[in-house]
């Protein structure tokens, strides 16, 4: 699977007596998280129906253990109603260390309650609070990345999270801010670091950009030299090892928070702690290679949800990124875009040409990068940035995203 050579799946991490000599490893940046180090400094975002236990477990196996993985948004308020289904979204396997939890919330009594019951519950390790959804439904209520522009209801959050998450430590994921003329990512990082918050992310986008356009890397390095008190982490288009380290470089940030890349292609997360180490034996797998960890990863779905065809399904959405750039015709992709089993699923890939090896020019864009150019508000929102009555709960989506 790496350049220089095959390798099966599961992936296991280089043997030392045949992995290349080391180069000089770039320039070291120490990420620590309240009481975690990690290292190397890298990140999976969290991403509403991707970021499971299963997704992560396949991630962590690839970077040999090593990164920090985000679990799924959770509401706050499906949290203190112990919602069925968000019950479940917490869970973490056993080898999961620290146990990383998103949580997405509007209302600082909630918020507070909901980490409270995490730390009493010994439900995670590490809190990130969630920023930067950028969907109309929610932003019309006040809610996602609209939230920050009212400093004094962001204030109150966080003051209540870190309040009520004792040791552990609290972070924060946030957009740039709501248009080029509403920017908010400065004061909230400044309000992040007077409120007792760990570190702070930025992806460089604004709530108008969605996900078009390219993520504004400038601006993650002028909130790194706004917040030098605490770590600053870094989001936006980074689709291989290379982006990361250039991000590291052109920025300055602490380490990367690495979403859409990972989409169909988990052992970027090898290739990411390869780049950090100073390696470039970077993974290109050969199709059959992408057809087991597809399977693995669609078995991990079942195992998780407990039912093999709705672990299946769920897998669904992933087939064609990770067939990205394989020669499949349409109507193959189209087939094992609606198996609702294990067998059928193996059956088509074993249909194709598996002896097909990486395609150039795969990496690159996957998943959600369209622009919208109008952010839904509510009434009068931007006229005053500090006062602000609250924002109801239906501003609460828990299929949100950022
Ligand atoms: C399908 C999907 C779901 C997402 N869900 C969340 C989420 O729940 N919480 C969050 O903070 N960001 C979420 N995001 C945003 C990502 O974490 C990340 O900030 C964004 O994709 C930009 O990084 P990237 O260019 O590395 O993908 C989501 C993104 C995608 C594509």
């Known amino acids: ?92 396997d056993a080898s999961e260390t620290p146990r990383s939890i998103q949580l997405y919330g509007v209302d600082p009594v909630t918020v507070g309650k909901a980490v409270r019951m995490i730390v009493e519950e010994d439900l995670a390790d590490h809190i990130d609070l969630n920023f930067g959804c950028p969907v109309p439904k929610v932003t019309r209520k006040g809610g996602g990345s609209a939230l920050p522009y009212k400093r004094n209801l962001l204030r109150s959050i966080l003051r209540e999270a870190v309040a009520g998450a004792g040791d552990l430590p609290v972070t924060i994921k946030m957009r740039k801010g709501i248009d080029d003329d509403h920017l908010t990512y400065l004061d909230a990082g400044r309000i992040a670091v007077e409120e007792g918050v760990s570190a702070v992310a930025l992806h460089g986008r604004t709530t108008a950009q969605h996900y078009g356009g390219t993520a504004d890397w400038d601006a993650i390095a002028r909130l790194k030299e706004h917040v030098p008190e605490i770590p600053v982490l870094g989001n936006g288009d980074i ?14 940030c602490d380490g990367v928070v690495v979403g859409r890349g990972c989409l169909g292609r988990p052992w970027l997360f090898a290739d990411l702690v390869a780049s950090f180490e100073g390696r470039d034996d970077f993974l290109r797998p050969t199709l059959r290679e992408v057809a087991d960890v597809m399977v693995r990863h669609a078995t991990l779905l079942g195992e998780w949800i407990g039912d093999e065809a709705r672990g299946v399904i769920d897998f669904r959405k992933h087939v064609a990124w990770y067939l990205k750039g394989f020669a499949v015709g349409s109507e193959m992709r189209k087939r094992l875009a609606i198996t609702s089993s294990l067998e059928t699923l193996r059956a088509g890939l074993d249909e194709l040409d598996l002896d097909q090896p990486w395609p150039t020019g795969a990496d690159g864009p996957r998943g959600r990068t369209s622009g919208n150019n109008r952010v839904a508000l509510p009434d009068g929102w931007l006229k005053d940035p500090y006062e602000c009555a609250g924002v109801g709960e239906d501003a609460e989506l828990d299929t949100s995203g950022g």
């Open 1 to 92: 699977m790496r350049d220089n050579g095959g390798m099966s799946t599961p992936p296991s991490t280089p043997n030392p007596a045949t992995a290349p000599d080391p180069a000089p490893a770039p320039a070291p940046s120490d990420l620590t998280i309240g009481p975690y180090a990690v290292r190397p400094p890298v990140v999976l975002a969290p991403m509403a129906g991707i970021t499971n236990a299963p997704f992560r477990t396949l991630c962590r196996e690839f970077s040999g253990g090593k990164g920090l993985f985000v679990s799924e948004m959770i509401t706050t308020r499906a949290l203190v109603e112990r919602n069925e289904k968000t019950m479940q979204l917490i869970h973490f």
């Open 239 to 252: 689709w291989s090892a290379d982006d990361a380290l250039r991000m590291v470089r052109e920025t300055g």
